[in-house]
């Protein structure tokens, strides 16, 4: 199984950058479509936290409060992805973003990163003032 992450780069603050994570190889026995996906995220010296995540049963969204209104979470089944669309970007932002694919489909689940199961490379934003 294999989560390749793409689309980070070096923007200004207030431009929007799309991540893309494509899985390859059967998570869980089951399809993608099967697969709860989320977003994580680390800046330097910090831990690893919750960005987004959309849930395999319901394709219910959860975002941390300070990405929502600003961040979309999608899925497109067909081609094994899921994005995150990042709007109005601000330097907080700044960090390595991780993909990640969970068998769960809950809150309290999709926000913890002991949950998932499958971890992309990263790719990195970088947002400057």
């Known amino acids: 199984v294999q989560l390749q992450a793409s689309g980070g780069g070096l923007v200004q603050a207030g431009d929007s950058l799309r991540l893309s994570c494509t899985t390859s190889?059967?998570?869980?026995?089951?399809?993608?479509?099967?697969?709860?996906m989320g977003w994580f995220r680390q800046a330097p010296g910090k831990e690893r936290e919750f960005v987004a995540t959309?849930?395999?049963?319901?394709?219910?969204?959860w975002y941390a409060d300070s990405v929502k209104g600003r961040f979309t979470i999608s899925r497109d089944n067909a081609r094994n992805t899921v994005y995150l669309q990042m709007t109005s970007l601000k330097p907080e932002d700044t960090a390595l973003y991780y993909c990640?694919?969970?068998?769960?489909?809950?809150?309290?689940?999709?926000?913890?990163?002991?949950?998932?199961?499958?971890w992309g490379q990263g790719t990195q934003v970088t947002v400057s003032s």
């Open positions: 990640a694919a969970s068998p769960y489909y809950t809150y309290s689940d999709l926000t913890s990163t002991g949950k998932y199961e499958y």
């Open positions: 190889g059967q998570m869980f026995g089951q399809t993608f479509a099967l697969s709860s």
């Open positions: 959309v849930s395999y049963r319901s394709r219910t969204t």
